[in-house]
């Protein structure tokens, strides 16, 4: 440790003070977020460019149905549908510690490559897919979310809550994953649905990070 390095701390938050206010803000009270994207601290916040737009990619509107349908306001009975605001709130709950919560990006190994939700973690909805309840309880449950068992029964009393999310109001995967993990036994009040996914997230200039 050099005689200077306690000074760092103090120098990042008389910057932190000191820096312009954003532009272009979260709301009106709320500049950025704080989260933990495979535990390194990264900010959120939105594109501060005032002539940025959206990735053509998420502009199309006309993909055929099926499969690229528009999905339902709620996407099974008793899990919530959430906004930008509800899963900011998670991943800055998640960015001070909480495991508790888990924001989990259901899209196909492809689609995270390009982009994704930093603070989530990477779940294809395939990998729900699964024949038994034993095999979700081995590879999903125990070790990804909290779930612990008794007699060889899964207990969900401390299981994550779960906010999926896929590419949009027009993608049914992460409906599949919520509708594998009701089939699994896992709890529906356990389950939230961020519907409007990565097509809104970009549309709101929100950060985003690669998966590796």
Not at 64 to 92: K, N, R, S, W
Not at 153 to 171: E, M, Q, R, V
Request: charged residues 20%; contains cysteine; hydrophobic residues 35%.
């Amino acid at each position: 440790m050099t005689p200077y390095t306690f000074l760092l701390p103090l120098a990042l938050a008389l910057y932190a003070a000191t820096a312009p206010a954003l532009e272009v803000k979260i709301t009106p009270t709320l500049e950025s977020i704080q989260t933990l994207h495979q535990g390194r601290p990264i900010t959120i916040q939105r594109n501060q460019d005032r002539d940025n737009r959206v990735r053509p990619f998420y502009s199309y509107t006309s993909r055929p149905c099926p499969p690229f349908c528009i999905q339902p306001i709620q996407a099974a009975p008793g899990v919530e549908t959430y906004g930008e605001l509800e899963v900011l709130d998670a991943l800055a709950r998640i960015g001070q510690g909480d495991d508790t919560v888990a924001v989990v990006d259901t899209r196909t190994p492809q689609w995270p490559k390009r982009g994704m939700i930093p603070g989530a973690i990477s779940i294809p909805w395939t990998e729900f897919d699964l024949d038994t309840r034993e095999a979700a309880i081995t590879d999903i449950f125990v070790p990804r979310f909290g779930v612990q068992t008794q007699d060889g029964k899964p207990d969900f009393s401390h299981a994550k809550t779960l906010i999926l999310y896929c590419n949009g109001i027009w993608c049914s995967q992460s409906t599949n994953a919520i509708h594998a993990l009701l089939d699994l036994g896992y709890p529906s009040d356990r389950i939230k649905w961020y519907r409007g996914g990565m097509q809104d997230w970009e549309i709101l200039g929100l950060t985003t990070v690669k998966a590796p």
